[in-house]
Each structure stands twice: as C-alpha cells, then as structure tokens.
C-alpha cells in the first residue's frame, strides 16, 4: 500500500506570505494527524481529523493556521500570515483505528522554512 | 505538563546490544511508544507498551515501569542501518506526545 504522502517536501517562503501544505494519508485511513518539529524542539502534535472532522485541535499554535479535510481524505494546513518562529517540519501521519498504541504511519515531512 | 527524557545520544558498535532510556512525567497515560527516524524521512512505529513488562519484536525489545515512569527500547544484534533517532512518545487517546529523541551512531 501507498504511504503517507506529503507536498511540497520544502517551502521556502517570505515573512507574511501563505504557505499550503498538503497530506494524502493512507487509504482507508479516517485519522490523521499533524505535527511539526521546529529546530532543537520536540515533535509536537498539532490536531487530529477523524473523517473530515476536527476530533481535537488543541495543539494549532495560533489562528494563523488553518487545517481542513474535506470529504475525508486529503488534508490541507495554511500558515497565513507566516512567520519566522513557524520554520520547521510538518508531519502529518494517518492511522485506521484511534489510539496510540497501534502506531501511526507518518509522511516523511514538509520542511518549512520562513525568511 | 508532560514531558519525556531521553539521552541525546548513544554509540555503539556493530553486533552489540544498545539500551535507550526514557523517563516521563505525564497524566492520563495511556501507553509509551518507541520510533524510529532515519535522517530526514518519516518517523516509523517500533512498538508501544501499555502494560508493565517487555515487548519483543525481532531485534528490538521494549520495557515499560509504570510505577517507574520509565521505559526503556533494546537494540540487539546492532547494524550499520540502525544509525537513526530513536523517539519514546508517550500516547493519549488521540495525541502523542515525543521526547526529543535520541541519536543513534553504530561504528564498524
């Protein structure tokens, strides 16, 4: 089966522009999730879609982010208006059953990179 | 808050066994779960723990101590592609939570 698909695999984009990063989970898959690493951090979680609704978002970092998932298959994350601290890696990893303990698939990353 | 510690990092040699550590101050735990990152790909699952006690698979084993707040991943048999950053990640019902990581270095 196909993997966890991420695009662009890097952005490099000015302060205050928009950046879209797009997800294709596995298919089958109703849960995804996003995350991201910024420099020397840890990975942290940022929400989690089952379907195409938000199950929990308690990790999105500030309105500028916007994550959708419409019909319940691709998912999409805006950073808009970017800014420096937002440089990092974004994640985004799917699994079919809800619950840690059977391992999420994660895509290999978007690293973002703002100037 | 919640947070994990792991070793930053830890060499070893081709053949020998390798022991990661990771301790953590949680609530609500569900599980500790251990992956692997080659550089710059995908995290990928090794193995959870949600009961005290040890998880073989293949070469790589896992031990979880509730009472501890500790767990540990065993490599045995090390190789060259083993080299990675291996994260423990403790899980909620819906998050994980990742320490920092800890990068492995396996010498010839």
């Known amino acids: ?36 690493r910024v420099m020397g951090k840890e990975i942290k979680f940022l929400l989690h879609f089952v379907k195409e609704s ?41 699994s079919q059953a809800t619950g840690s303990n059977y391992g999420y698939t994660f895509g290999s990353g978007t690293r973002l990179t703002v100037v | ?26 609530s609500g735990f569900y599980g500790l779960s251990w992956y692997q990152q080659h550089d710059g790909g995908a995290p990928t699952f090794l193995s959870y723990n949600g009961l005290d006690g040890l998880e073989e698979t293949g070469r790589f084993s896992s031990f979880l101590s509730r009472s501890d707040s500790y767990g540990y991943l065993l490599l045995q048999e090390l190789q060259m592609k083993d080299s990675a950053s291996y994260f423990c990640a403790w899980g909620g019902y819906s998050t994980l939570t990742f320490g920092k990581g800890t990068m492995l270095l396996v010498s010839p």
């Not at chain 1, 991420?6 to 849960?31: A, M, W, Y």
């Not at chain 1, 199950?55 to 419409?70: H, W």
């Not at chain 2, 808050?1 to 949680?26: D, F, H």
């Open chain 1, 54 to 94: 938000k199950q929990d978002e308690s990790g999105m970092p500030n309105n500028r982010f916007l994550a959708e998932r419409t019909g319940g298959t691709y998912s999409t994350l805006k950073v808009q208006p970017a800014e420096l601290e937002d440089s990092g890696v974004y994640f985004c990893a799917s």
């Open chain 1, 1 to 36: 089966e196909a993997g966890v698909t991420q695009f662009p695999s890097h952005s490099v984009i000015e302060k205050g522009q928009t950046v879209t990063l797009r997800c294709d989970p596995i298919s089958g898959h109703d849960n995804l999730y996003w995350y991201r």
């Open chain 2, 1 to 26: 808050g919640q947070s994990l510690e792991q070793p930053s990092e830890v060499t070893a040699v081709e053949g020998a066994i390798v022991q990661i550590n990771c301790t953590y101050q949680t």
